[in-house]
């Protein structure tokens, strides 16, 4: 079974400062999702990556396919960056492919 | 604009209340899934559909049904409703990949159920 952890929980921060999230996987994936939720529900998808690192925005994220690792970044944050950001898996098991879910980062940007 | 729309954004049901979710997208996605999201629990997969009148079950069936009768509508039938089914509601599609991956999920709005 694949296990998908985050760090931290949550994270408080200054506007402007640079934030990292972390998700670790135990078993080899074939692609990993960042997604957002902001309160009120709605959840958008940010990133789909299986190597290297994609930039969108303020928005970077990084996957180290060996240490089985993945990060995302915001620079200059805001306010509105506050927000839950989650990580999810995509791996082959049992003849097909399924997603695990992180349990996600809660994110406040303080002005 | 891609678009995932989930019918009702709050709804309050008693308990032994059938209960209807329903999902529309506009992307002519083949993959629609079902999730409830609970504090600290993440996102729990109930079922989800590759096909027209297609389904399978997911992590969490238990108490739920569904219904794909057409490509764009994707519908979470609580037979019986009970307070444990209390949750946040959450509606994706997306396109498939090669060899049934899922692609980038969509995700409606959210449906929050109170089961009383």
């Known amino acids: 079974k694949n296990e998908v952890e985050q760090s931290p929980q949550n994270l408080t921060a200054q506007e402007g400062e640079f934030i990292t999230i972390n998700c670790s996987y135990s078993?080899?994936?074939?692609?990993l999702h960042w997604l957002q939720q902001h309160p009120g529900g709605g959840i958008v998808s940010l990133f789909m990556?299986?190597?290297?690192?994609k930039k969108h925005g303020r928005l970077i994220a990084t996957i180290n396919i060996q240490e089985k690792h993945s990060s995302l970044h915001i620079t200059a944050s805001h306010p509105r960056d506050s927000a839950v950001y989650i990580c999810?898996?995509?791996?082959?098991?049992?003849?097909?492919?399924?997603?695990?879910w992180g349990a996600g980062t809660k994110l406040i940007i303080k002005p | 604009d891609v678009k995932v729309t989930q019918s009702s954004r709050y709804l309050v049901k008693r308990t032994g209340e059938k209960v209807f979710l329903e999902c529309v997208q506009d992307m002519d996605h083949e993959n629609m899934f079902w999730y409830r999201q609970d504090p600290g629990l993440g996102l729990r997969l109930i079922y989800f559909s590759y096909d027209v009148k297609m389904k399978e079950k997911g992590d969490i069936p238990e108490g739920y049904s569904v219904s794909r009768e057409k490509k764009e509508r994707f519908s979470l039938i609580l037979e019986s409703a009970s307070t444990n089914q209390t949750s946040m509601y959450l509606c994706?599609?997306?396109?498939?990949?090669?060899?049934?991956?899922?692609?980038?999920?969509?995700f409606g709005e959210g449906s929050r159920l109170t089961v009383l």
């Open positions: 994706a599609s997306s396109l498939p990949s090669a060899r049934g991956e899922t692609g980038e999920l969509f």
């Open positions: 990556l299986s190597s290297g690192k």
């Open positions: 999810a898996v995509r791996w082959y098991m049992d003849s097909n492919y399924q997603l695990i």
């Open positions: 078993v080899g994936i074939s692609a």
